[in-house]
């Protein structure tokens, strides 16, 4: 266990501090195949510069899990989307209720717009434990197939053998759409139907 003491600390002493937590969880990580790492905080400027030095220290690889539990609702950790999006991580957001706590489970979703990227996928209670609410299961595969169909850009390598050209279209911008024929136009495809994007 790894704890960080921000009250009463200068910014730059929290930061070095919160630097070696994750210099120190990056070692552990990189001895074994799977790790879950357990963040426990109410500072959102810790959740943030938390999430900045995973990013840039490239601290989570997909193996690794992350639970994050915390007070604040998920509208309020603005500054964790971009590392929430792309980990294989969990947000718990305690709602205090007198004598009944309740606990939401949430995942942020990639390549999703910030209105639809956070999707709540269980709850817990004491009366009633954990139950799934919705048909995402925990911690899931994010990458495998998009949850919420997004739309891509996706770069293609011009071939001798492909056709590229422009054709009417009163619904793309500009009124053309510009159209690419060819082997990878067909693998590009196969992949957006597999994976569920546009």
């Known amino acids: 266990m790894m704890k960080v003491m921000v009250d009463g600390l200068a910014a730059n002493n929290s930061q070095g501090q919160i630097t070696s937590i994750v210099s120190q969880a990056l070692e552990i990580r990189k001895l074994s195949n799977c790790v879950t790492f357990v963040v426990v905080s109410d500072d959102a400027i810790f959740l943030t ?3 900045e030095l995973c990013l840039k220290l490239r601290l989570m ?3 690794s899990r992350l639970l994050v539990f915390t007070r604040r609702f998920m509208e309020e950790l603005d500054g964790l989307h971009k590392f929430l999006s792309v980990s294989n991580s ?4 305690l709602f205090d209720r007198v004598r009944l706590p309740r606990v939401s489970v949430n995942v942020v979703l990639p390549y999703t717009g ?3 990227n956070i999707r709540q996928i269980a709850d817990w209670t004491l009366a009633q434990g954990l139950t799934l ?3 995402t299961r925990l911690f899931p595969e994010k990458f495998s197939k998009f949850l919420v169909a997004p739309t891509l850009d ?3 390598e011009l071939l001798p053998h492909h056709k590229i050209y422009w ?3 009163k619904h793309a911008e500009g009124g053309q759409r510009l159209i690419f024929e060819g082997t990878m136009d067909k693998t590009v495809q196969y992949y957006a139907k597999s994976m569920n994007f546009t």
Do not use: E, L, N, R
Request: no cysteine.
């Open 133 to 135: 609410t919705s048909d």
């Open 90 to 93: 969990m947000v718990f957001t």
């Open 154 to 156: 996706v770069g293609i």
């Open 61 to 63: 690889i997909w193996s």
């Open 167 to 169: 054709t009417q279209d």
């Open 49 to 51: 510069t938390f999430a």
């Open 114 to 116: 910030p209105k639809y």
